[in-house]
């Protein structure tokens, strides 16, 4: 489904990707985990192509494209086939939550309004803010902006969803209820690739496990492989710093 080849990037002198190659099959659920600067935000967002990448490839469901020779149709091609929740929500504060979860409906998919009401408000009762729908941003628990951010990623029929740390803007209370609609999205079969410190969520939900440092692929395996048996001394000293008390070994 996604396959990325000698993916690399960097900003001014500072390296951030050191030619990633990785493959997601359809249905899988990939958690990339790693120190900070290590390249699992600016990984996500090349597959998205709001960093571009400097040298690479990437095809995505039959959507391909290569860095050095990109257009803006192959560029909206592979956007069109993805979404992205972002750490900060990014909602309109100027729209409620169901025009939040619309706007991609009307000016992307083209719905008739009618239509996309429904649509939306289907969307919103998905992720158990019905009852919000005519709420703005600022009256709604980041929890729960959250969970219209994740509405309105659904709302494009992705092909996979990039979650970027979800929930670490939230308040701990917040955490559960977003974690909550992930899982039930996990379960209907959505790809999705997932930065995060929640390792609890990585543990239970996570179908493989990606270990980023400085740029490349330390590990990848099964959340029990990664958490239980790890290859590397670095994935060592970084779930014992995660304290998760589960490096191998111990």
């Avoid at 020779?69 to 504060?93: D, E, P």
């Avoid at 803010?129 to 969970?147: I, T, W």
């Avoid at 609890?200 to 440092?213: E, G, K, M, Q, Y």
Wanted: glycine share 8%.
């Amino acid at each position: 489904m996604i396959h990325i080849r000698n993916l690399k990037k960097q900003f001014g002198e500072n390296v951030i990707l050191r030619g990633i190659d990785l493959d997601i099959r359809q249905g899988e659920i990939v958690t990339m985990i790693g120190p900070s600067g290590a390249g699992k935000t600016t990984l996500l967002r090349a597959i998205n192509w709001l960093d571009a990448p400097d040298e690479g490839q990437i095809e995505l469901n039959g959507a391909a494209i290569d860095a050095k020779t990109a257009t803006k149709k192959q560029i909206s091609g592979l956007r069109g086939k993805s979404a992205m929740v972002f750490q900060h929500y990014n909602l309109f504060r100027n729209k409620t939550a169901l025009e939040n979860v619309t706007q991609s409906l009307l000016c992307v998919k083209k719905m008739n309004k009618q239509d996309a009401i429904l649509r939306g408000r289907q969307l919103l009762d998905r992720v158990g803010l019905l009852n919000k729908a005519d709420a703005y941003p600022d009256f709604l628990s980041g929890g729960q902006q959250q969970r219209v951010g994740i509405a309105r990623a659904l709302a494009v029929d992705p092909d996979v969803i990039l979650f970027d740390e979800p929930t670490s803007a939230l308040d701990p209370e917040w955490v559960g209820e977003v974690l909550t609609v992930m899982n039930e999205i996990a379960k209907d079969g959505m790809t999705m690739i997932v930065v995060s410190h929640e390792m609890r969520f990585v543990r239970s939900v996570s179908t493989r496990v990606i270990l980023l440092d400085e740029g490349v692929i330390l590990e990848d395996g099964t959340p029990e492989q990664l958490f239980c048996r790890p290859q590397h001394e670095r994935t060592r000293l970084f779930l014992r710093q995660a304290h998760l008390g589960i490096a191998a070994g111990e």
